[in-house]
T-cell receptor, first 113, second 113 residues
Framework: DQQVKQNSPSLSVQEGRISILNCDYTNSMFDYFLWYKKYPAEGPTFLISISSIKDKNEDGRFTVFLNKSAKHLSLHIVPSQPGDSAVYFC????????????FGKGTLLTVNP | NAGVMQNPRHLVRRRGQEARLRCSPM?????VYWYRQLPEEGLKFMVYLQKENIIDESGMPKERFSAEFPKEGPSILRIQQVVRGDSAAYFCASSPDRVGGYTFGSGTRLTVV
């Protein structure tokens, strides 16, 4: 039972364009959402988060949008850079256990020069 | 200011042997979390510990797996009598408090042969 789904295993974009990574969740108790970036042979690195009281959070080139009614969130990267090429994981927490993250399977983003 | 340190980075064990994975949290962090990533999967929560206490072990397999975070020294994830299915990347994370945007280590890649 996958509670956090990233339906696109991979995404390829041109440098300078927008990258949009999507994530869906099924558990209504989730109220805190995070995006992590992971390079090969390294641990995940925290990128950006959003709580359910907001529908948008921005940090530099990264913006996360949350649509609670659709149980959907997305990460926008503008402009995309070759160094952004990595696996991106969506994660969610809630129900009083914000320490316990449920991860999606990840999306491999490739930004072509 | 060292990050979360995990060792060893790679560990090979024969079936039936014991595996010990170590995690030193970031300085000032007293909350430690272990996650496991199977091939082609997202990270899955295993256990949450504070110094000398297991707070949540709901993700730990019932047998052969144990974790500790002693008053002195690193956190240890111990797997007894390893089987092929234990082959995975094991990530440790730490945080200064009980929230989900924590810092991950680079992981230990366990291979059972």
């Amino acid at each position: 039972d996958q509670q956090v789904k990233q339906n696109s295993p991979s995404l390829s974009v041109q440098e300078g364009r927008i990258s949009i990574l999507n994530c869906d969740y099924t558990n209504s108790m989730f109220d805190y959402f995070l995006w992590y970036k992971k390079y090969p042979a390294e641990g995940p690195t925290f990128l950006i988060s959003i709580s359910s009281i907001k529908d948008k959070n921005e940090d530099g080139r990264f913006t996360v949008f949350l649509n609670k009614s659709a149980k959907h969130l997305s990460l926008h990267i503008v402009p995309s850079q070759p160094g952004d090429s990595a696996v991106y994981f969506c994660a969610a927490a809630g129900g009083g256990s914000n320490y316990k993250l449920t991860f999606g399977k990840g999306t491999l983003l490739t930004v072509n020069p | 200011n060292a990050g979360v340190m995990q060792n060893p980075r790679h560990l090979v064990r024969r079936r039936g042997q014991e595996a010990r994975l170590r995690c030193s949290p970031m300085k000032g962090h007293s909350h430690v979390y272990w996650y496991r990533q199977l091939p082609e999967e997202g990270l899955k929560f295993m256990v949450y510990l504070q110094k000398e206490n297991i707070i949540d072990e709901s993700g730990m397999p019932k047998e052969r797996f144990s974790a500790e975070f002693p008053k002195e020294g690193p956190s240890i994830l111990r797997i007894q009598q390893v089987v092929r299915g234990d082959s995975a990347a094991y990530f440790c994370a730490s945080s200064p408090d009980r929230v989900g945007g924590y810092t991950f280590g680079s992981g230990t890649r366990l291979t059972v042969v």
